[in-house]
């Protein structure tokens, strides 16, 4: 609503309405009065025009000698067959038609009867005297012209004469020269013997036209009239759109007038014109009485007219004005209300800049973000201040809410200017707050200068006296700089920095001052030590000296010879040697002080070296969150504002999840939280890990992004020519273009391993060591995860779900050759010598073959895609772990060697981690189908039902329940969910040597590698006898599968793949072993360990499924799993 009150007209206003109120009246008087005279309904030529055709009486606009308006009868054979009512019309309108003035005289009739009867005239003069409506000055009849008629109308007329009643004088008239006696040729008609032009047409369509343009004055008179009277009444609406629809719809009926003026003004000329015609053709002409009454009364209705529209215009000027400027004041407290809004909020934002920065870079930010947010402020001080001078020009203009205006303009420049003070205030307190943290940056680099001064002086060149004077001479030169570079007064600081000084600043500020007095401290300390070394003068060497063989004939004599040469030096030789001892004795108490400091400076050396880590880390840190901020701000939030929607492509419509994927939970992890953390680690760098450890879960959020990373890098691609962009860019003032932003999650996750790699470097002595390592370790899976997984996703034609394979432990791409039991003989020798390039999948429960396509475009669209072939359940897998001939290749089989792939590693290397991973997985399902095991028979030597289960995977077991199992000596069991019944090994009885079906290593290396497990299972004297007798194992070389760590003093700590050589069997399960990697000897379960196949055709062959005895061995053949039924040609693809 407005401010101001309802307002109807103004001072002026009302003056001009006044006046243009009277004309309109003047003319509407004038359009009634002057043109018709008659009291009751007036007449118009054109209510009784065919009347007036008729032509039996007509004003010929002559005069009599006094002006009376002459009417003329002319001869009307059929007068008497008039109605009385036209008769009545056409006399009344007649005698209306003369002006008042004339017709007051009286008029004088001539009736025309020459040519009729005098029963004729008599009736004519009786009729229209009986309904004559106005006043008669001379009645003038000119009688019959035949002999008869006239002898006859003589005396008829002298016995008749009271008949007629008549108050004026009849007058018989015999011939037209009697009639020119009393009325002038110049006034009567030609056919009255006069001079006088009339034409009745001519006369009846002036009368017609100008009594139609009166009644067109009259009607406009009237609109004005009642238009002026709505515009004056009108109350000014208190809104801006209101007063513009008020505006507008009152502009429209002015111009509605105007254009009635117009019309009217036009038919008035045109009127005219056909009044003067005459004139115009004949200067000479002379205008009878009627016609000039006709020009007279048209000329007033004209100027009438034309001064009722100038004060038209004027009050219409008047009363626009008004309008215009209510609407301008409308417009002006609307936009006074948005920009006090806006100013508000300013202030009210500026009042949460209070941080005065905790670092130079802080403070150089929080500066960047002031001027960025005044810059933005400024479109709405900048509309303050011109709306503040659109007041002041209002006011100037005379404005007729002067009251109202002047108090606003007032307010928004007090805000303008309280804004301008704020952030001259809030600049000048982080200037000084920039100002105090160089001074703070300053000392703190020419501290970490001196120590790495200190640190880089090399302890073996300081020994010299040269050398101590030389790096005497640098530390003095550096200390030289101290008056520039340091604090001098700590209470000057506080008291030039007293606006700004909080409690974190001045701790900060105590702390740069304590390290400033250490480093001092540390100088002179390091100075005395030089001095010393500097000026310590090489003593004089007595002339007396000990005989020589003593010293040159060994540098470790014996006994003897020491005592002989001490008895024969002389007492001289002993001081001398006293002496010397006591010398070197002092220089090495010098030495081994000056390396206790060189080992403290290296330490402060690392310490700085650290920090400088921990700034870039937090610097960067700092960076990469506001660029993610600038980033979603400028560009994702901007998708949604609704002026920018008309830049935004149809095909990025609806496209801003996967453009910026979980950019903004990434953001709101590192400036809410991680950033935060990290800023807590500033006084203790190489606890930074613990940092890391503690988030590690959140920074899986990367996974996501790096995933939906292609179809963003695709819509960029097709959208990066869009104008949005563009101006986004620009507002921004980036030099580089969205893509090279959206990169940044990625970097930013990898520069993190490269810091904590450099931090982990200057910290390996540190009590944060271990974390920084564990840390590392995490952030590289992390970064290994997310590269799988990039993988993953790329993966099509795979029908199941992949996370139902467990999680991805590894991937990459081979040369795969197959040898299956089964095929064709040609497929199997074109397996055998033509590689297929396959990307393997090693997931924890089965393996992917893939066949890996090269896409074509840019970017991530480069990224391969992978086409699912083939894939086996690591339940049913076996491993060779080194193929002859090849230290890149390895066998995977499957279903007991049905299915051979031979796989080629890129480096030896890769094949060597592939082999671990699989060797772990498949020791782990080994052990899991142990424990299983193991615990059936615990629960049947205890009467418990067997689980019925026999797909589902064991959970690990616990090896105190093994052992107690074996020393219990259960019964053997029949494991009938895992193939053919066969007993559990017993312990073997203490001190037994080697089991007679033992086989030696170098039979085992005759026999291929698969069938000599199966010969070593399968004839086992325990199987024959169907008894269950104890596990053996051929002596020779094993490969340990279970890490075993140290649990007693006799017992070997081995890891899974080492290498060990079977010494002796004891009872229990245990043996004796020598580790051929360490050397090391002790006792190991005999189930952590499998044989080592012999090398005849491949070696370390390891399967994750027990042979269908059920024992506790590895099996090398077959597996107790669901068989694979794909082809060769399936994998082929």
């Known amino acids: 609503m407005g401010d101001g009150n309802p307002m109807r007209i103004s001072v002026a206003e009302m003056k001009s309405y006044y006046i243009y109120s009277e004309w309109c009246s003047w003319l509407l008087s004038f359009a009634e009065d002057e043109i018709m005279h008659q009291d009751i309904v007036p007449l118009c030529a054109a209510d009784i025009q065919d009347q007036l055709k008729k032509r039996f009486a007509y004003l010929s606009g002559g005069r009599g000698k006094d002006g009376c308006p002459v009417i003329t009868f002319p001869d009307y054979p059929t007068f008497s067959d008039i109605p009385d009512k036209e008769f009545q019309n056409v006399m009344t309108y007649l005698t209306s038609v003369p002006s008042l003035q004339d017709a007051g005289i009286g008029f004088i009739l001539v009736i025309d009867r020459r040519q009729d ?520 939030a901007e998708m949604d504002n609704p002026l920018m929607m008309h830049l935004i492509s149809t095909s990025l419509q609806n496209k801003k999840d996967v453009l910026f994927g979980n950019m903004e939970e990434i953001y709101h992890f590192h400036n809410r939280i991680f950033l935060r953390e990290l800023e807590n680690y500033i006084d203790c760098p190489e606890l930074v890990g613990r940092c890391f450890l503690g988030r590690m879960e959140e920074f899986q959020v990367y996974e996501k992004y790096c995933q939906n990373k292609p179809r963003s890098e695709s819509l960029w691609r097709q959208c990066s020519d869009c104008p949005f962009f563009q101006e986004c860019q620009k507002k921004l003032d980036h030099k580089l273009s969205l893509d090279s932003y959206l990169l940044k999650p990625v970097q930013r996750i990898t520069k993190y391993q490269l810091l904590l790699k450099e931090m982990l470097k200057y910290s390996k002595n540190c009590e944060g060591a271990e974390d920084l390592q564990e840390a590392l370790s995490s952030i590289l899976g992390i970064l290994k995860a997310v590269n799988d997984s990039m993988h993953l996703i790329a993966i099509t034609g795979y029908d199941g779900n992949l996370s139902d394979l467990g999680k991805l432990l590894m991937q990459g791409s081979f040369s795969v050759w197959t040898d299956h039991k089964k095929g064709h003989s040609k497929v199997k020798d074109l397996a055998r010598f033509k590689p297929m390039q396959r990307h393997l999948f090693l997931h924890e429960k089965a393996v992917l073959f893939c066949k890996k396509r090269e896409e074509n475009g840019e970017g991530y669209e480069k990224a391969p895609s992978y086409s699912y072939k083939q894939s086996l359940s690591m339940a049913a897998v076996g491993i060779t772990e080194n193929v002859k001939g090849d230290n890149k290749k390895f066998e995977i089989w499957y279903n007991a060697r049905e299915e051979v792939y031979i796989i080629q590693a890129p480096t030896p290397e890769i094949k060597a981690a592939w082999v671990n991973e699989i060797r772990k997985v498949l020791t782990s399902q080994l052990q899991a189908f142990r424990e299983a095991s193991q615990h059936r028979a615990l629960e049947q030597s205890q009467s418990l039902p067997l689980p019925v289960s026999s797909h589902t995977s064991p959970s690990r077991g616990n090896t105190k329940a093994v052992r107690k199992l074996e020393e219990r000596k259960t019964d053997p069991l029949s494991l009938e969910g895992y193939g053919s019944s066969a007993s559990l090994p017993k312990p073997p009885e203490k001190g037994k040597g080697w089991s007679k079906t033992s086989h030696s290593l170098e039979a085992s290396e005759d026999n291929d590698g698969w069938s000599s497990a199966e010969e070593l299972i399968n004839s086992s004297d325990a199987e024959e006898e169907g008894g269950a007798g104890p596990r053996k194992l051929v002596p020779g070389k094993y490969t340990v599968v279970v890490d075993q760590e140290k649990g007693g003093p006799d017992a070997l700590s081995a890891k899974s793949g080492d290498t060990v050589e079977v010494i002796h069997e004891g009872d229990e399960g245990l043996w004796y072993v020598r580790n051929l990697s360490t050397g090391q000897e002790g006792w190991v379960p005999a189930g952590s360990l499998s044989t080592l196949i012999g090398k005849s055709k491949s070696a370390q062959c390891l399967s994750s499924s027990e042979s269908g005895t059920g024992s506790a061995l590895l099996s090398n053949s077959s597996s107790c799993s669901e068989s694979c039924n794909t082809t060769f040609s399936d994998l082929k693809g």
Request: glycine share 4%; net charge negative.
């Open 117 to 636: 009867k005098w029963t004729s005239v008599k009736a004519s003069v009786l009729r229209i005297a009986a309904s004559f409506p106005a006043n008669l000055q001379l009645v003038l009849v000119l009688r019959p012209t035949g002999f008869f008629q006239r002898t006859l109308s003589d005396i008829a007329f002298r016995f008749s004469r009271d008949d007629f009643k008549m108050k004026v004088p009849i007058i018989m008239l015999s011939s037209v020269p009697e009639l020119h006696g009393y009325i002038d040729k110049s006034q009567l008609t030609e056919d009255l013997g006069g001079t006088l032009d009339y034409c009745h047409t001519r006369w009846l369509c002036h009368r017609t036209a100008i009594e139609s343009f009166a009644l067109m004055v009259k009607q406009t008179a009237q609109m004005l009239q009642s238009f002026g009277t709505e515009l004056a009444e009108t109350e000014l609406p208190n809104d801006a759109q209101s007063t513009s629809l008020v505006l507008s719809a009152h502009t429209e009926k002015k111009d509605k007038m105007k254009e009635d003026m117009k019309l009217a003004l036009q038919e008035g000329h045109s009127i005219l014109e056909s009044i003067r015609e005459p004139l115009a053709r004949n200067p000479e002409y002379s205008l009878n009485q009627d016609q000039l009454d006709n020009q007279t009364t048209v000329q007033r209705l004209l100027a009438q007219l034309s001064e009722t529209e100038a004060a038209f215009d004027e009050f219409w000027a008047k009363h626009q004005q008004k309008l215009e400027q209510c609407l301008q004041l409308r417009h002006f407290e609307q936009n006074f209300r948005e920009v006090k809004v806006a100013l508000d909020g300013v202030s009210q934002k500026i009042s949460t800049f209070t941080d005065v920065g905790n670092s130079l870079a802080h403070v150089k930010h929080l500066l960047k973000d002031l001027a960025n947010f005044e810059e933005k402020s400024n479109v709405s001080v900048e509309k303050a201040r011109a709306l503040s001078l659109e007041g002041s020009q209002l006011i100037e203009n005379k404005h007729y809410a002067v009251d109202s205006i002047h108090p606003k303009c007032n307010e928004l420049q007090h805000l303008c200017d309280r804004f301008a003070a704020e952030i001259g205030k809030r600049r000048n307190l982080l200037n000084k707050s920039l100002e105090l943290h160089g001074v703070l940056e300053t000392s703190m680099k020419w501290c970490d200068e001196g120590i790495y001064l200190l640190a880089s002086q090399p302890v073996d060149k300081c020994q010299s006296q040269d050398g101590a004077e030389a790096a005497l001479q640098e530390i003095e030169k550096f200390l030289e700089t101290s008056a520039e570079n340091k604090i001098q007064e700590l209470n000057k600081i506080y008291k030039e920095y007293e606006s700004i000084l909080n409690q974190d600043l001045m701790e900060h500020v105590q702390k740069v001052f304590q390290k400033q007095e250490s480093t001092e401290e540390m100088f002179h300390r390091r100075q005395v030590s030089l001095k010393k070394l500097a000026a310590k003068q090489t003593r004089p060497v007595q002339p007396v000296a000990p005989r020589p063989e003593v010293f040159t004939k060994s540098p470790c004599p014996s006994p003897g010879i020491r005592r002989g040469s001490e008895n024969s030096s002389s007492s001289e030789g002993n001081v001398l040697r006293r002496g010397s001892y006591r010398r070197a004795k002092s220089e090495m108490s010098e030495n081994q002080q000056v390396r206790s400091g060189s080992t403290g400076d290296e330490e402060e050396s690392l310490a700085i070296l650290r920090r400088h880590v921990m700034n870039e880390l937090l610097e960067t840190e700092r960076a990469y969150v506001e660029e993610l901020l600038c980033v979603l701000e400028g560009y994702a």
